[in-house]
């Protein structure tokens, strides 16, 4: 059993293994996304593969669609020439449900993969020919946020975007700067109407995008390198417009324990590639059952009825209201939890932490008690049937080879919107009162004392990736366990540090109750088990 034409002209081989085929005359949709595309990503991986591709998939086995998905993978192009063609645009999506059953299917929605490479003329020359098809509506981005900066850590031009801006649109380097190109290409012929829609996992997406694309139209303009109607092209929204999207789908990379599943069902060449660029890439991808994609509906040429297909189509302040309750109520909040206090009671997985009582009633209180009653209901998605399923089906599932480790990694960067928003709340409504808080400020004492570096046993452990790390660190290295100690005046630069809580800890009152539960962390072996065991229960 091979993932190609060839491998699955035995349909009856891989339906009686238990796997759902595509249902349509592949061939024919390929030849009417070729003439007519209607929908290019940039972006192969994972996230794409598991759910863009896949909601397209049923929507062409139901007949909803006649056309399929182009791919563009800019960023590492063996992707696509290890991966997508070897495969002939065949991937394994495995959704890990929670009720520990697994769903198996081939997704043949990908009609063609191109290369993002303005070097190759033949490639950049047919992203091109897409670009200047009136069918085409929208292209989409899974990039990830670090894909639509033009500058490094240090706020300086990369050298590509540099050069890029002084060489104009004709064999751009850099990615966005061959976005651009291609947009102008589209603006070359005819102005034609278009939707940049970035799907990343960042608040506000499209601005991002659009303030990349309008940087380069604002350069080119300037150096008399694209006509000047370009940069008003870029900037009308009956002709271009960025919308703004929340999505939600948990895509970890392909496991060992999912490739074991598909081999034994007889499926050969599993193995995954590890590019130049060291990304890890499989034939299959694993993922989560929940998926959300909500989308600002500003599609200036029309768009097909995707909401058949589970997509959600609103308006931009909807799209803001539901990205505010994921990432400062009902799911982020919760994560950043678990992951503080797995990593300092020894966990390694985060579904088994909500095997442990205690911590999932502390998740059960930061998103009932704490957060619900503030959170802004954006109409779409109702949170509290948000965060039931997030406790209950998301993070419990057993299937879901996530860690406390990975998701610990940025701590420093994510406590503001994450609790700061909350306490924000609190602190303006005449109803609340913040002191009435117990829970967020204990995951406040737990990341401080998560910092020490020592596991609740005594042992030490590596902390994960975090830009402040060398900033917050030295004002708890003094901590000994089982020592008495100045708690507050240690920890006073750190509590009233508003870019990392949100808020000045010791200006709302909460700096008190942080470091009274710091204080009982430390006092010796066990103790971070005690607090929880003392305040959660």
Same mark, same amino acid.
């Given at each position: ?15 009686? +293994? ?7 005359d ?5 030849? =009417?996304?070729?003439e007519?595309p ?26 909803a ?9 800019g ?5 696509i ?23 198996k299917t ?45 500058v490094?850590?240090?706020g ?12 104009? %649109?004709?064999? %751009? +380097? ?5 976005v ?5 290409t ?24 659009? +303030?990349?694309?309008?940087? #380069? ?37 392909p ?5 074991e ?15 130049s ?9 694993? =993922? ?11 599609f ?10 589970g997509?959600? #189509? ?18 982020? %909040?919760?994560h950043? +939890? ?31 008690t ?12 109702? %949170? ?8 209950n ?50 995951? #406040? ?15 030490? #452990? ?5 830009p ?5 660190c ?58 929880l ?5």
């Amino acid at each position: 059993m091979k993932l190609n034409e060839k491998g699955l002209e035995n349909k009856a081989q891989w339906e009686a +293994a238990g796997f759902q085929l595509p249902k349509f005359d592949r061939e024919a949709v390929k030849a =009417a996304t070729k003439e007519n595309p209607f929908w290019i990503h940039f972006g192969a991986g994972n996230i794409f593969r598991a759910f863009q591709a896949n909601v397209v998939q049923n929507l062409l086995n139901e007949g909803a669609l006649d056309r399929g998905l182009v791919v563009a993978e800019g960023f590492d192009y063996e992707i696509i020439e290890k991966m997508n063609r070897p495969h002939d645009d065949y991937s394994i999506l495995v959704t890990l449900k929670a009720d520990g059953s697994v769903e198996k299917t081939v997704v043949g929605s990908v009609m063609e993969s191109c290369i993002l490479d303005s070097e190759n003329d033949a490639e950049f020359g047919r992203l091109r020919e897409i670009f200047s098809k009136d069918s085409l509506q929208m292209a989409t981005f899974t990039i990830t946020e670090k894909g639509y900066s033009l500058v490094n850590g240090k706020g300086e031009l990369l050298p590509a975007v540099e050069a890029d801006f002084k060489n104009g %649109p004709e064999k %751009p +380097a850099s990615y966005i700067g061959k976005v651009a190109s291609l947009l102008y290409t589209r603006y070359k012929n005819g102005g034609k109407p278009i939707a940049m829609v970035s799907m990343d996992n960042c608040s506000h997406n499209g601005d991002k995008l659009y +303030a990349a694309v309008n940087t #380069f139209a604002e350069k080119w303009t300037a150096n008399s390198l694209t006509d000047e109607g370009f940069l008003q092209y870029v900037n009308t929204k009956e002709k271009v417009t960025f919308p703004w999207t929340m999505i939600d789908k948990i895509t970890p990379r392909p496991d060992a324990s999912v490739e074991e599943i598909l081999k034994k069902d007889g499926v050969e060449e599993l193995e995954a590639v590890v590019t130049s660029k060291n990304t890890y890439v499989a034939p299959f991808v694993n =993922a989560e059952e929940c998926e959300y994609l909500v989308i600002e509906d500003a599609f200036p040429n029309g768009r097909p009825e995707l909401e058949k297909g589970g997509l959600m #189509f609103t308006e931009r302040e909807t799209v803001d209201k539901v990205e505010k309750m994921k990432v400062c109520t009902c799911l982020n %909040p919760l994560h950043t +939890a678990l992951a503080v206090f797995g990593c300092v009671l020894g966990y390694d997985l985060i579904s088994k932490e909500m095997k442990d009582d205690t911590l999932k009633k502390l998740v059960e209180g930061i998103g009932y008690t704490e957060g619900l009653p503030v959170v802004i209901n954006p109409g779409v998605l109702d %949170p509290k049937e948000f965060i039931d399923t997030v406790i209950n089906v998301r993070i419990p599932n057993p299937f879901m080879p996530d860690t406390p480790q990975r998701i610990a990694t940025d701590t420093s960067q994510k406590l503001a919107i994450r609790y700061g928003e909350t306490i924000k709340a609190y602190e303006a409504s005449p109803e609340r009162n913040t002191g009435d808080l117990k829970l967020i400020p204990l995951v #406040f004492a737990g990341w401080l004392r998560y910092l020490m570096a020592v596991d609740d046993n005594g042992n030490t #452990f590596e902390l994960s990736p975090d830009p402040l790390l060398d900033t917050v660190c030295p004002y708890v290295t003094g901590f000994r366990l089982g020592e008495d100690a100045d708690v507050e005046s240690a920890l006073k630069p750190v509590l009233e540090n508003e870019k990392i809580f949100g808020v000045n800890l010791f200006e709302i009152g909460m700096a008190d109750k942080v470091c009274g539960y710091f204080r009982e962390m430390i006092a010796g072996t066990g103790a971070v088990r005690g607090v929880l065991n003392k305040y959660v229960k």
